[in-house]
């Protein structure tokens, strides 16, 4: 089980008590946004709240429920003196912890909410950075305090010391690392536990890899020249020289799914900027970095940048709602567009 987990590592000196406890957090809190999910068009959760997030994203009605629910575990399990979240414009401090030093977690509470309606997989990301300085003077404005606090939540994702994901699907699926190692747990309902599914999970590479790749195809014409060829080359299979012998592609629209996907098989997920975001849409603070931490833990890459060759997790975020661009999956598929690029970069 999860708890039982979390206490063996502590017991090894992998992780401290403080998250350990932020992490059971977490997943009280997802185990209650999947009962949402599951039930949301019988309680009539499905449609727009009617507001917008920091983002410009429409709100569902679950994205803000599951926000709140989010919030009040963090809140209420001691161990963060900083939330951000994508539903929140500025940084949530907790009423009891502002200024200890504790951890800055951050989440979207729900991850490809746009496909809650047609009952298709989604998720929520999150992501634990170290304790920083965020140290309250009460000779400050709240303008102040709020602009110091926000620098500190401001962190590379060198820094995290947790991050994850629970995707809500045919099953419920919670998948952490703490910087050692990636590992899966599949919610038991009738025990309503999560129990290790996956240990020490590795990006299939190599011959173990499924030749898959993801991204949003109706897309490809806003993208650079290259990538453009590049997808090209993915379709005919010219790309790895098997020509004849395309490459599958496979696309559900929420970075969960397609990423949690990629992590089981194999292959590479395409997220570049286009004409329309030319920084993407997806948040690096608390969706992208995360995400990299769980791949590069699995042996896979993660990268962003014209050439493929920036390595997300060492990207500092000049604003907690930076959006950003990414490549991620196997190693080899990873290196194979970086080389494809080199060679065909105008």
């Not at 190599?206 to 453009?228: F, Q, T």
């Not at 990207?315 to 194979?336: D, R």
């Amino acid at each position: 089980m999860l708890p039982v987990w979390l206490t063996r590592q502590a017991q090894l000196g992998n992780v401290d008590d403080d998250l350990v406890i932020a992490i059971n957090s977490i997943a009280i809190a997802c185990k209650q946004i999947m009962s949402l999910v599951k039930a949301a068009p019988l309680q009539g959760n499905i449609g727009l709240a009617g507001g917008k997030n920091e983002s410009g994203d429409e709100q569902k009605k679950l994205d803000v429920i599951a926000n709140d629910i989010f919030l009040n575990a963090v809140k209420q399990c001691g161990r963060s003196s900083v939330i951000v979240t994508e539903e929140e414009d500025h940084p949530v401090f907790s009423a009891t912890n502002v200024g200890n030093g504790d951890y800055v977690v951050t989440f979207d509470p729900i991850d490809g909410s746009s496909n809650i309606d047609a009952c298709v997989t989604t998720g929520a990301i999150f992501g634990i950075y170290s304790p920083g300085e965020c140290d309250i003077d009460p000779t400050q404005s709240a303008e102040e305090i709020i602009k110091n606090c926000t620098e500190n939540a401001n962190q590379s994702g060198e820094n995290l010391v947790a991050a994850g994901y629970c995707m809500f699907s045919s099953s419920c699926v919670f998948m952490i690392t703490t910087g050692h190692g990636v590992f899966g747990f599949t919610l038991d309902e009738q025990a309503g536990e999560f129990i290790m599914s996956h240990e020490k999970l590795q990006i299939p590479d190599g011959k173990d890899m499924k030749r898959i790749y993801s991204g949003n195809n109706g897309n490809v014409n806003l993208w650079a020249p290259e990538l453009r060829e590049y997808v090209k080359q993915l379709q005919t299979g010219e790309i790895d020289g098997r020509k004849g012998d395309p490459w599958s592609y496979r696309y559900i629209g929420a970075l969960i799914g397609d990423f949690h996907r990629t992590l089981l098989y194999g292959g590479i997920w395409l997220y570049p900027p286009d004409v329309k975001a030319t920084e993407g849409k997806a948040r690096l603070l608390y969706e992208v970095a995360p995400i990299a931490m769980i791949a590069e833990q699995a042996n896979g890459m993660a990268t962003r940048g014209e050439m493929a060759n920036e390595r997300v997790m060492e990207v500092i975020p000049m604003s907690i709602h930076q959006k950003s661009p990414m490549f991620v999956g196997s190693t080899s598929a990873v290196q194979g567009l970086q080389k494809f690029l080199k060679e065909h970069k105008k």
